[in-house]
C-alpha cells in the first residue's frame, strides 16, 4: 500500500512550509519568539517573568494584571499570584508556570489572539480541550485541566490552568543518558503512540471538528485552508495547489482507508517527559495534544518521523513497539514509493520524486519543512 500512509504528513510538512514561509515574509506573525527570560521583576506583588519577545512575535504574553485576574477567575477572588515565569519551548500558546501559594506552581496556557490564528489550524486550545475524553488511554500521563475559560470575558483570548506534570523535561534530559539506552524511551513513545490509535472514531479531521466522512475530504479542506492563508498574506499558494490537483487525480487511493483512527499529531521528545532521577529514561508525562486529528495512523507525526529514519538509535525502538497499529506499517524504500500513488508521477519532474524529507535545521518546524528530495 503506497500513496496514503503519508497523505497526512503531506499535509502537515505543508502546513510547516506555510508557517516558515508566513514567518519570513509576513513580520508580524514571527514565530520564534526570543527564549531568554526577562529578569525578575515584581509587578503587583508577583515575581514576573516573560520571555523577552519583540512585539512582532507571533507569541505574546499577557501582563501581570491579566494573569492576576485569570487567576482569580479560576479559583477564587482570594486566590493569590506569587509568580508567573513564561515557559520557552513552543510556537503556538503563551505558557506560565505561575505560583499560587500553593505546594506545586499550575501551568496557566494561553492562546494566540483570533485575529493572529491561521485559518489551517484555529483554536486548536479547543481542539484538545475536545479530545480529553478520547486519550483516556493515556490518562494517566496528562496534565489535568483545572479551569478553562473560551468566553474572552477576563480576557480576549482562550487560556486554561493545568496541573504541572512531574519530572524533567525529554528534550534536554534525555541528551543526559548513554545512547544505548534511549532506545527504551523510544519503545515507550511507540507504546503511547499504539495506545491513542487505538481509538476509533466516526469521521474525519480535527477532533473539535469540522469532520468529513472521507479521510481525502478532511485532507482537501485543510489544505484549501492552508492555501488561504498564504493568499491572505501575499505569498504563493501554486505549490499547494498543484498538490491538490494531482492528488486529486488519485483520491481514490487516501480513501481506502476506511476507519477513522485518533491521531496525537505532535507526539516528539519535546512534548514528553521524563521520571526524574531514573536510572533509564522513562516517559512520566505527554502535553501539548492540541493538534490532534481523526485519521490514518501511518499520517501521524511520530510515525512519519519515524519512516523517514530506518536504523537511526530511536526509530527502530520505536517501530517495534509501535508498528502492530496498522497493518500498513512496515519500510518499503524511499517514502516517494509510498506517496506517488496519491501525488502522481508528475511530482518527479516538480523538482524530485515527492519524498518527504525533514531539513537538518534545529528548530522543529525547519525540521519538518519538506524538500523535494530523497
Request: charged residues 25%; proline residues 6%.
Amino acid at each position: 500500500m503506497v500513496g496514503r500512509a503519508h497523505s497526512r504528513a503531506l499535509a502537515r510538512n505543508a502546513g510547516y512550509r506555510l508557517v516558515e514561509a508566513r514567518r519570513r515574509a509576513v513580520p508580524e506573525l514571527t514565530v520564534y519568539g526570543a527564549l531568554r527570560v526577562e529578569p525578575r521583576v515584581l509587578r503587583m506583588g508577583v515575581d514576573y517573568r516573560p520571555l523577552t519577545r519583540s512585539a512582532s512575535d507571533f507569541q505574546q504574553a499577557i501582563s501581570a494584571a491579566d494573569i492576576r485576574a485569570v487567576t482569580r477567575a479560576a479559583f477564587g477572588g482570594s486566590a493569590d499570584v506569587v509568580s508567573a515565569v513564561e515557559l520557552g519551548g513552543g510556537f503556538y500558546n503563551s505558557t506560565f508556570k505561575v505560583g499560587i501559594g500553593q505546594d506545586r506552581p499550575v501551568i496557566l496556557r494561553v492562546a494566540p489572539e483570533p485575529a493572529r490564528q491561521a485559518r489551517a489550524d484555529p483554536e486548536l486550545m479547543r481542539n484538545e480541550y475536545a479530545s480529553v475524553p478520547y486519550l483516556a488511554p493515556v490518562a494517566d500521563l496528562l496534565p489535568r485541566n483545572l479551569a478553562v475559560d473560551f468566553t474572552h470575558q477576563v480576557i480576549g483570548r482562550d487560556y486554561l490552568f493545568q496541573t504541572m506534570l512531574e519530572g524533567v523535561p525529554a528534550a534536554t534530559a534525555l541528551k543526559s543518558y548513554p545512547e544505548q539506552v534511549r532506545g527504551g524511551f523510544y519503545r515507550e513513545l511507540g507504546a503511547v503512540t499504539r495506545a491513542i490509535h487505538g481509538v476509533r472514531g466516526r469521521q474525519f479531521g480535527p477532533v473539535a471538528g469540522p469532520t468529513y466522512e472521507r479521510w481525502s475530504d478532511a485532507l482537501f479542506a485543510w489544505f484549501d485552508r492552508a492555501a488561504a492563508d498564504l493568499t491572505d498574506h501575499g505569498l504563493d499558494a501554486s505549490a499547494v495547489t498543484e498538490l491538490m490537483r494531482m492528488a486529486d487525480r488519485n483520491r481514490q487511493v487516501l480513501d481506502e482507508v476506511r476507519e477513522p483512527r485518533l491521531l496525537h499529531g505532535d507526539l516528539w521528545v519535546g512534548n514528553t517527559m521524563l521520571a526524574a532521577s531514573s536510572p533509564v529514561p522513562s516517559i512520566s508525562g505527554v502535553f501539548d495534544c492540541d493538534r490532534t486529528w481523526w485519521g490514518d495512523p501511518e499520517a501521524d507525526w511520530p510515525i512519519y518521523l519515524a519512516l523517514r529514519k530506518p536504523g537511526s538509535e530511536w526509530a527502530d525502538p520505536f517501530i517495534r513497539s509501535g508498528r502492530s497499529v496498522s497493518r500498513r506499517f512496515r519500510f518499503d524504500g524511499c517514502i516517494a514509493e509510498r506517496t506517488r500513488r496519491a501525488v502522481g508521477s508528475r511530482a518527479r519532474s516538480a523538482g524530485g520524486d515527492g519524498c518527504i524529507r525533514p531539513s537538518s535545521r534545529r528548530s522543529r518546524p525547519a525540521r519538518a519543512a519538506a524538500s523535494r528530495s530523497c
